[in-house]
T-cell receptor
Framework: EDQVTQSPEALRLQEGESSSLNCSYTVSGLRGLFWYRQDPGKGPEFLFTLYSAGEEKEKERLKATLTKKESFLHITAPKPEDSATYLCAVLRYGGSQGNLIFGKGTKLSVKP | DSGVTQTPKHLITATGQRVTLRCSPRSGDLSVYWYQQSLDQGLQFLIHYYNGEERAKGNILERFSAQQFPDLHSELNLSSLELGDSALYFC????????????FGPGTRLTVL
């Protein structure tokens, strides 16, 4: 069964304390892996798409990487405004078109 | 602002009732997706439309239905509502229906009393 697991469920950091969020997946063929940021009561905001193992993408303090079994979202020197829930989703070959399978997210809190 | 709009923002109704949620995709996007987000289940894919045609169904109940109109806006109809249907309902859009990024709207919070 296709599955996306994110860890940890919650992460508390001090401002400037770098860390990583993990997304492990088991799918029958990965077409793409997506990272989203979601603020409370709002819609997910697109961050990155990764297509193949070894690929990396960066945006400000965030860097996403992909291996054959997992993806990491590295947060360098986070600020309080980075506090949000980060969602990982996968799109697989052979699945319903556009059917993203989401993990349950990592809730990040950054204290000043 | 993703460019995807959803109305209404909040909806409070009673069990057994029927409601309609509306979504307008980003300009130029042909695909519309509906998702349900509850505290214990996370984001669950419901249904996907591409240029007016249904392309995929996920965990959508038979009491729920959707359609995409010629102007590409979409409506999600929820009927015979139950307490467990209370959730955030998100619409997302993308350029096509394959590997393109999906951009999400602000959601409709449905409360069934």
């Amino acid at each position: 069964e296709d599955q996306v697991t994110q860890s940890p469920e919650a992460l508390r950091l001090q401002e400037g304390e770098s860390s990583s969020l993990n997304c492990s997946y088991t799918v029958s063929g990965l077409r793409g892996l997506f990272w989203y940021r979601q603020d409370p009561g709002k819609g997910p905001e697109f961050l990155f798409t990764l297509y193949s193992a070894g690929e990396e993408k960066e945006k400000e303090r965030l860097k996403a990487t992909l291996t054959k079994k997992e993806s990491f979202l590295h947060i360098t020197a986070p600020k309080p405004e980075d506090s949000a829930t980060y969602l990982c989703a996968v799109l697989r070959y052979g699945g319903s078109q556009g059917n993203l399978i989401f993990g349950k997210g990592t809730k990040l809190s950054v204290k000043p | 602002d993703s460019g995807v709009t959803q109305t209404p923002k909040h909806l409070i109704t009673a069990t057994g009732q029927r409601v309609t949620l509306r979504c307008s995709p980003r300009s130029g996007d042909l695909s519309v997706y509906w998702y349900q987000q509850s505290l214990d289940q996370g984001l669950q894919f419901l249904i996907h439309y591409y240029n007016g045609e249904e392309r995929a169904k996920g965990n959508i109940l038979e009491r729920f239905s959707a359609q995409q109109f010629p102007d590409l806006h979409s409506e999600l109809n929820l009927s015979s509502l139950e307490l467990g249907d209370s959730a955030l309902y998100f619409c997302a859009s993308s350029l096509s229906g394959t590997v393109n990024e999906q951009f999400f709207g602000p959601g409709t919070r449905l409360t069934v009393l």
